[in-house]
């Protein structure tokens, strides 16, 4: 099998100026295609949060994978992708049971939070994680 990489960008949303919001993740995750595989986002919002996962394939456009916005805190997504949003650690996770060498993209995990505030752009982030698939 062909060796394979998920890469990782963060961007965070602001709805204001005023407001501190941001999302972390680690550098890199190492995994064998047909393992599972977990991408970690922690945020930080003043509100409550809207949380988002995005994922762009090599030459495409962005595509959604899932949100939360209320609800059950384990959030089924496309592709087989699933999230869990967890209030206390700040934290909605990216996971797949088994991946492929299809999901070799750049992902992007968002954050707003739900205050209501004058409009604002988008405040991004360097590459932060990167998911590679070994043979």
Request: hydrophobic share 35%; glycine share 8%.
């Amino acid at each position: 099998m062909a060796s394979t990489c998920i890469s990782m960008l963060v961007i965070v949303f602001t709805l204001s100026g005023l407001r501190a919001q941001s999302v972390s993740q680690p550098d890199q995750v190492t995994v064998a295609e047909g393992d599972p595989v977990t991408v970690k986002c922690n945020y930080s919002v003043s509100g409550s949060p809207y949380l988002f996962w995005y994922i762009q394939h090599r030459n495409q456009g962005l595509r959604f994978l899932l949100k939360y916005i209320t609800g059950a805190n384990l959030v089924k997504g496309n592709y087989g992708f699933e999230a869990e949003f967890n209030k206390s650690q700040t934290s909605f996770h990216l996971k797949k049971p088994s991946v492929l060498g299809s999901d070799s993209a750049v992902y992007f995990c968002a954050v707003t939070d739900t205050v209501v505030g004058a409009g604002g752009g988008a405040e991004h982030k360097p590459p932060s994680t990167t998911v590679k698939l070994f043979s």
